[in-house]
């Protein structure tokens, strides 16, 4: 996959997973939490060893690497 001009490694699995506020998603050593959901943003928490980096997606935007757009699941 390309994102600004870098090339990612394609996932070889695909996870679509439902969370209510306040329940969390354990991914390898990290654990994400659904924090809390208004209209079509979502706030999760993100904890993870203090030596994993995590991006926002400003961040991401800054270093000229796009998240995916993906569209809204119906």
Same mark, same amino acid.
Not at 21 to 33: R, T, Y
């Given at each position: 996959? $390309?994102?600004? @001009? /870098?090339?990612?490694?394609?996932?070889?699995?695909? $996870?679509?997973? /439902?969370?209510?506020? @306040?329940? #969390?998603?354990?991914? @390898?050593?990290?654990?994400?939490?659904?924090?809390?959901?208004? @209209? +079509?943003? #979502?706030?999760?928490?993100?904890?993870?060893? !203090? +030596?994993?980096?995590?991006? /926002?997606? !400003?961040?991401?935007?800054?270093? $000229?690497?796009?998240?995916?757009?993906?569209?809204? $699941? !119906?």
């Amino acid at each position: 996959m $390309h994102y600004g @001009g /870098n090339t990612l490694a394609m996932a070889k699995r695909k $996870h679509c997973i /439902n969370l209510k506020a @306040g329940e #969390a998603l354990e991914v @390898g050593a990290a654990l994400v939490l659904l924090e809390k959901k208004s @209209g +079509s943003v #979502a706030r999760l928490v993100v904890i993870v060893d !203090e +030596s994993v980096q995590v991006r /926002n997606p !400003e961040q991401l935007r800054s270093s $000229h690497l796009s998240p995916p757009q993906v569209k809204p $699941h !119906e």
